[in-house]
C-alpha cells in the first residue's frame, strides 16, 4: 500500500478524489492500492526549554544551547497549563500505523521549505526509516496531480531544502527564547518582552519610521508658475527657484517680465516595460494598498483559490516562468476572453506576439510566478474576486507590449529666473490598457501636447501666479510598504527588476512576512491605525531597549535569510549554525548586563497606565504572560482576566482596555467548541467576562 501525506485534511481529500478514494480508514481515505492521510500543519515542533532542563527564567539559563534538538507534540492550552494536543496524538498514532503498513510513503505537504519540515518532523518524530518519494507540483487541477504523481522524485532530490528549513527553524528557537528570555529577565519579569531573529529587524523599521515621521518638522515653500501662450495654447512652466516665504517669492514674481525666453526643447522617447508577474508578496502589496487586506488575509484567499484549482501556488517567491509553463498562456489567455472586466484585453492579446521578457528558467525558483489555471471560476465571494482578479489581470499586462510616450520638456527663463514645462503624449498604451490605468507617479500628467517651440523663441506670459507647497515627511508604514520593505532588508529602491535580485536579503519570505506582523500585533507590539502600522509605547520602549544592537540590524537578518537560500543549494550547514549560537550567546549576555536600564523601560514600570482593581480597589493589575491579574492577591483577590479566550491570545492592549474601559471593541479570532471561527466584543462585569455578539 502507498501511503501518501498530505499537509491538510482538504488537500488530503482532493488528492484521494482524483484517485477515486472514498472509503473512510482511521485518520486516512482508502482506495485500492492507496490511503491518504494528513498533517494538522507543524504537527511537531522542536521541544520547549523545559525538555533540556531549563525550568522557570533564571539569569543563569541563558544562552540555553542544545546540542541536539528535540521534538515534541504541539501543545494545546488546558485549566492547569499545556499538554500534548489530544487530536494531535491520535493522528500521530494513525500516521504511524499507515507508515508501518505502507510500500511506499509519497509525500504531499505543500511543495516548499515549511511543507518539507512539516513531513520531515512527523517522520523524524516516529522514527520511520522507510525511503520516501517526493510529489512536486505548482497547480492542484486534476491533471497537474496526475502528472505530478507520473513524476514523483527521489525524497533525497530535496535533503538540502530540509537543511534549510532545518536551520530556519532552529535559529528562531536560539534567538527567539534567549533573547526573549534574557530582555525579560532583565527587565523583570514584569510582562514577556518578546524578540525574534526576524519580528525585531521589523519592529525596528516600523519604530523608526514612525519616530522620524512624527519629528519631522514640516518647512513651508513657494515657487512661481507662469502661463504661457501660443498658437492658442495655454500652457504652464513652473520655476526652479524655491523662496522660504511668500513675499520673498512675490517681489520675485515682479520682476518676471510678460515674456519668457525658450532656453531649450528636449523631445525623447520613453518605454516602460511590462510589470514582472506576481508572486505572493507582490500581489499581498496590491491587495492591501488597493483593497486594504492584511497580509495573512491575501495568503488565506490565495490558498483557498489554489485549493479550488483556480490558480498556480501561491506560497511562490518567484515571478518568471519557463518555457513548458510559457507554452500554456495563450490557452489561459482565451479564457479570461470570458472575464467580465478583462474580455477586451483578452481578446487584444491572443491576436498579438506575446513579450517573453519574463520567461526565464534561470530566475524561477522551486514554483514558477503566480498565474491562473485553465479552470473557468464559476461564482466567486467578493474575497475571492479581489484576488483572482489581479492575478489574472498582472498575466495579460505581463505578457503584452511595451508602453511608449512622448516627453516634452521645455526651459525658458524669464528676468534670470528659470522655469519648466513638461508635457506628455501617449504613442502606444500597451500594456496599461489592460486595466486602462495611467501612471501611479508621473510629474508629466500635469499636461498632455505642448506647442510647437523653437530655441529662442520669446513667448507672451499670460498670467504669474505663487505657489504655496509644503516639504513632505515620509509616509508611516502601511502594511503593503512595509511587505516592500521587507523584500530588501529595508533598502528602499523602486525598480521592480532590481528589488526580485535582492530579495534572498530580504526579512523573511512571503509566506512568513504575514506572520511576522500579525505576531508584532499579537505582542501588543504595533497596531494597525487606518492603513498605517504604528508602535504602541510597548513597541517603542523595545525599541528604544535593541535600537543599536545587531538583532534590530534588518541587514543581519537579510544576510541570514540568503545564507538559508545558500544552504538549500548545498553550502555549509555547520558554519551558519555555529554563527547563529555565537550570535545568541553574545546578545543574551549583553541583554542580561544591561539589566537596571531595561528595568527603567520596562512599559510596566510604576506610574505608567496603573490599573486599580476593579475587583478589591486595592491592587494595582499586572500583566504577566498568561494573565492579568491583582497584586494584592495575598490578600484574598482573586481578579484574573487570562489571556487565551476561546483560542483567541489577549494582548496587553485588549486587556487594558478591557479593564480600563469595561469593554473591548469586536475582535476576531476566537473559535467555538464546535470549531467554528467568530467575531466578537468582550465586556467585563462583576469580576467575569462574557462575549458580546
Same mark, same amino acid.
Given at each position: 500500500?502507498?501511503?501518501?501525506?498530505?499537509?491538510?485534511?482538504?488537500?488530503?481529500?482532493?488528492?484521494?478524489?482524483?484517485?477515486?478514494?472514498?472509503?473512510?480508514?482511521?485518520?486516512?481515505?482508502?482506495?485500492?492500492?492507496?490511503?491518504?492521510?494528513?498533517?494538522?500543519?507543524?504537527?511537531?515542533?522542536?521541544?520547549?526549554?523545559?525538555?533540556?532542563?531549563?525550568?522557570?527564567?533564571?539569569?543563569?539559563?541563558?544562552?540555553?544551547?542544545?546540542?541536539?534538538?528535540?521534538?515534541?507534540?504541539?501543545?494545546?492550552?488546558?485549566?492547569?497549563?499545556?499538554?500534548?494536543?489530544?487530536?494531535?496524538?491520535?493522528?500521530?498514532?494513525?500516521?504511524?500505523?499507515?507508515?508501518?503498513?505502507?510500500?511506499?510513503?509519497?509525500?504531499?505537504?505543500?511543495?516548499?521549505?515549511?511543507?518539507?519540515?512539516?513531513?520531515?518532523?512527523?517522520?523524524?518524530?516516529?522514527?520511520?526509516?522507510?525511503?520516501?518519494?517526493?510529489?512536486?507540483?505548482?497547480?492542484?487541477?486534476?491533471?497537474?496531480?496526475?502528472?505530478?504523481?507520473?513524476?514523483?522524485?527521489?525524497?533525497?532530490?530535496?535533503?538540502?531544502?530540509?537543511?534549510?528549513?532545518?536551520?530556519?527553524?532552529?535559529?528562531?528557537?536560539?534567538?527567539?527564547?534567549?533573547?526573549?528570555?534574557?530582555?525579560?529577565?532583565?527587565?523583570?519579569?514584569?510582562?514577556?518582552?518578546?524578540?525574534?531573529?526576524?519580528?525585531?529587524?521589523?519592529?525596528?523599521?516600523?519604530?523608526?519610521?514612525?519616530?522620524?515621521?512624527?519629528?519631522?518638522?514640516?518647512?513651508?515653500?513657494?515657487?512661481?508658475?507662469?502661463?504661457?501662450?501660443?498658437?492658442?495654447?495655454?500652457?504652464?512652466?513652473?520655476?526652479?527657484?524655491?523662496?522660504?516665504?511668500?513675499?520673498?517669492?512675490?517681489?520675485?514674481?515682479?520682476?518676471?517680465?510678460?515674456?519668457?525666453?525658450?532656453?531649450?526643447?528636449?523631445?525623447?522617447?520613453?518605454?516602460?516595460?511590462?510589470?514582472?508577474?506576481?508572486?505572493?508578496?507582490?500581489?499581498?502589496?496590491?491587495?492591501?494598498?488597493?483593497?486594504?487586506?492584511?497580509?495573512?488575509?491575501?495568503?488565506?484567499?490565495?490558498?483557498?483559490?489554489?485549493?479550488?484549482?483556480?490558480?498556480?501556488?501561491?506560497?511562490?517567491?518567484?515571478?518568471?516562468?519557463?518555457?513548458?509553463?510559457?507554452?500554456?498562456?495563450?490557452?489561459?489567455?482565451?479564457?479570461?476572453?470570458?472575464?467580465?472586466?478583462?474580455?477586451?484585453?483578452?481578446?487584444?492579446?491572443?491576436?498579438?506576439?506575446?513579450?517573453?521578457?519574463?520567461?526565464?528558467?534561470?530566475?524561477?525558483?522551486?514554483?514558477?510566478?503566480?498565474?491562473?489555471?485553465?479552470?473557468?471560476?464559476?461564482?466567486?465571494?467578493?474575497?475571492?474576486?479581489?484576488?483572482?482578479?489581479?492575478?489574472?489581470?498582472?498575466?495579460?499586462?505581463?505578457?503584452?507590449?511595451?508602453?511608449?510616450?512622448?516627453?516634452?520638456?521645455?526651459?525658458?527663463?524669464?528676468?534670470?529666473?528659470?522655469?519648466?514645462?513638461?508635457?506628455?503624449?501617449?504613442?502606444?498604451?500597451?500594456?496599461?490598457?489592460?486595466?486602462?490605468?495611467?501612471?501611479?507617479?508621473?510629474?508629466?500628467?500635469?499636461?498632455?501636447?505642448?506647442?510647437?517651440?523653437?530655441?529662442?523663441?520669446?513667448?507672451?506670459?499670460?498670467?504669474?501666479?505663487?505657489?504655496?507647497?509644503?516639504?513632505?515627511?515620509?509616509?508611516?508604514?502601511?502594511?503593503?510598504?512595509?511587505?516592500?520593505?521587507?523584500?530588501?532588508?529595508?533598502?528602499?529602491?523602486?525598480?521592480?527588476?532590481?528589488?526580485?535580485?535582492?530579495?534572498?536579503?530580504?526579512?523573511?519570505?512571503?509566506?512568513?512576512?504575514?506572520?511576522?506582523?500579525?505576531?508584532?500585533?499579537?505582542?501588543?507590539?504595533?497596531?494597525?491605525?487606518?492603513?498605517?502600522?504604528?508602535?504602541?509605547?510597548?513597541?517603542?520602549?523595545?525599541?528604544?531597549?535593541?535600537?543599536?544592537?545587531?538583532?534590530?540590524?534588518?541587514?543581519? @537578518?537579510? *544576510?541570514?535569510?540568503?545564507?538559508?537560500?545558500?544552504?538549500?543549494?548545498?553550502?555549509?550547514? #555547520? !558554519?551558519? %549554525? $555555529?554563527? +547563529?549560537?555565537?550570535?545568541?550567546?553574545?546578545?543574551?549576555?549583553?541583554?542580561?548586563?544591561?539589566?537596571? @536600564?531595561? *528595568?527603567?523601560?520596562?512599559?510596566?514600570?510604576?506610574?505608567?497606565?496603573?490599573?486599580?482593581? #476593579? !475587583?478589591? %480597589? $486595592?491592587? +494595582?493589575?499586572?500583566?504577566?504572560?498568561?494573565?492579568?491579574?491583582?497584586?494584592?492577591?495575598?490578600?484574598?483577590?482573586?481578579?484574573?482576566?487570562?489571556?487565551?479566550?476561546?483560542?483567541?491570545?489577549?494582548?496587553?492592549?485588549?486587556?487594558?482596555?478591557?479593564?480600563?474601559?469595561?469593554?473591548?471593541?469586536?475582535?476576531?479570532?476566537?473559535?467555538?467548541?464546535?470549531?467554528?471561527?467568530?467575531?466578537?466584543?468582550?465586556?467585563?462585569?462583576?469580576?467575569?467576562?462574557?462575549?458580546?455578539?
Amino acid at each position: 500500500m502507498k501511503v501518501v501525506i498530505a499537509e491538510k485534511h482538504s488537500v488530503a481529500r482532493e488528492l484521494a478524489r482524483v484517485f477515486g478514494a472514498k472509503a473512510h480508514g482511521e485518520g486516512c481515505l482508502e482506495c485500492p492500492g492507496y490511503a491518504f492521510t494528513w498533517a494538522f500543519g507543524h504537527l511537531i515542533q522542536l521541544a520547549p526549554p523545559e525538555a533540556y532542563g531549563f525550568n522557570g527564567w533564571k539569569q543563569e539559563h541563558p544562552p540555553m544551547l542544545p546540542e541536539v534538538f528535540q521534538l515534541a507534540v504541539k501543545k494545546a492550552k488546558i485549566k492547569e497549563g499545556y499538554t500534548d494536543d489530544p487530536f494531535i496524538v491520535k493522528q500521530l498514532q494513525n500516521i504511524k500505523h499507515l507508515f508501518n503498513e505502507a510500500t511506499e510513503i509519497i509525500v504531499a505537504t505543500d511543495a516548499w521549505r515549511e511543507g518539507e519540515l512539516i513531513f520531515r518532523y512527523i517522520y523524524q518524530y516516529l522514527k520511520c526509516n522507510k525511503p520516501f518519494k517526493r510529489l512536486w507540483i505548482s497547480s492542484q487541477t486534476d491533471e497537474a496531480i496526475k502528472n505530478g504523481f507520473k513524476n514523483l522524485k527521489p525524497g533525497s532530490t530535496y535533503d538540502t531544502l530540509f537543511y534549510s528549513a532545518q536551520c530556519r527553524s532552529e535559529a528562531d528557537w536560539i534567538v527567539g527564547v534567549n533573547v526573549t528570555q534574557a530582555l525579560s529577565i532583565a527587565a523583570g519579569n514584569r510582562s514577556v518582552l518578546s524578540l525574534g531573529r526576524v519580528q525585531t529587524p521589523t519592529l525596528a523599521m516600523i519604530c523608526a519610521r514612525y519616530i522620524e515621521n512624527k519629528g519631522f518638522i514640516v518647512t513651508p515653500y513657494f515657487q512661481i508658475q507662469l502661463s504661457l501662450q501660443k498658437n492658442g495654447i495655454v500652457f504652464k512652466a513652473t520655476g526652479t527657484t524655491n523662496y522660504n516665504s511668500k513675499p520673498e517669492a512675490e517681489q520675485a514674481a515682479k520682476r518676471v517680465q510678460s515674456t519668457a525666453r525658450i532656453m531649450s526643447v528636449e523631445i525623447k522617447e520613453e518605454k516602460e516595460t511590462p510589470p514582472l508577474l506576481h508572486d505572493l508578496g507582490s500581489l499581498q502589496q496590491e491587495a492591501n494598498r488597493k483593497h486594504g487586506y492584511t497580509a495573512e488575509q491575501t495568503l488565506g484567499i490565495t490558498q483557498n483559490l489554489y485549493e479550488n484549482k483556480l490558480i498556480t501556488y501561491p506560497r511562490t517567491e518567484s515571478r518568471y516562468i519557463d518555457e513548458n509553463v510559457f507554452s500554456t498562456i495563450p490557452g489561459l489567455i482565451r479564457i479570461l476572453k470570458r472575464h467580465p472586466n478583462l474580455a477586451t484585453a483578452a481578446g487584444t492579446l491572443s491576436a498579438m506576439n506575446l513579450n517573453k521578457k519574463y520567461v526565464d528558467a534561470e530566475n524561477v525558483t522551486d514554483h514558477h510566478a503566480l498565474l491562473i489555471t485553465p479552470v473557468r471560476p464559476g461564482q466567486f465571494s467578493a474575497e475571492q474576486r479581489d484576488i483572482y482578479h489581479p492575478v489574472a489581470s498582472r498575466m495579460l499586462e505581463s505578457f503584452h507590449h511595451d508602453y511608449f510616450k512622448e516627453l516634452t520638456t521645455i526651459t525658458l527663463v524669464s528676468d534670470s529666473i528659470l522655469f519648466i514645462a513638461n508635457g506628455v503624449v501617449i504613442k502606444s498604451r500597451g500594456w496599461r490598457a489592460v486595466l486602462n490605468e495611467t501612471e501611479e507617479t508621473d510629474d508629466h500628467n500635469n499636461q498632455g501636447t505642448l506647442p510647437a517651440v523653437y530655441e529662442k523663441e520669446i513667448l507672451h506670459v499670460v498670467k504669474t501666479e505663487i505657489l504655496s507647497k509644503k516639504t513632505k515627511q515620509r509616509p508611516l508604514f502601511t502594511e503593503a510598504t512595509l511587505l516592500k520593505a521587507m523584500e530588501t532588508a529595508g533598502r528602499e529602491m523602486e525598480d521592480e527588476a532590481l528589488r526580485q535580485t535582492m530579495k534572498d536579503n530580504g526579512l523573511g519570505t512571503p509566506t512568513t512576512r504575514a506572520n511576522i506582523i500579525e505576531t508584532l500585533i499579537e505582542q501588543d507590539y504595533i497596531l494597525r491605525e487606518k492603513k498605517n502600522l504604528i508602535p504602541t509605547s510597548r513597541g517603542l520602549s523595545v525599541y528604544d531597549i535593541v535600537k543599536d544592537k545587531r538583532i534590530a540590524q534588518p541587514e543581519l @537578518t537579510g *544576510q541570514w535569510e540568503k545564507r538559508l537560500e545558500e544552504i538549500r543549494t548545498g553550502t555549509d550547514v #555547520p !558554519a551558519f %549554525k $555555529k554563527e +547563529i549560537r555565537d550570535y545568541a550567546a553574545a546578545i543574551t549576555q549583553e541583554l542580561l548586563a544591561n539589566g537596571e @536600564t531595561l *528595568q527603567n523601560l520596562s512599559p510596566d514600570k510604576p506610574g505608567e497606565d496603573r490599573m486599580i482593581c #476593579p !475587583a478589591c %480597589k $486595592k491592587g +494595582i493589575i499586572k500583566l504577566n504572560p498568561k494573565a492579568a491579574g491583582c497584586s494584592d492577591y495575598q490578600s484574598g483577590c482573586q481578579f484574573t482576566v487570562w489571556r487565551n479566550i476561546s483560542g483567541k491570545t489577549l494582548t496587553d492592549t485588549h486587556l487594558k482596555t478591557l479593564i480600563l474601559k469595561g469593554k473591548t471593541p469586536g475582535l476576531k479570532g476566537f473559535v467555538s467548541k464546535a470549531g467554528k471561527a467568530f467575531e466578537a466584543a468582550l465586556a467585563l462585569e462583576n469580576g467575569k467576562v462574557s462575549f458580546v455578539f
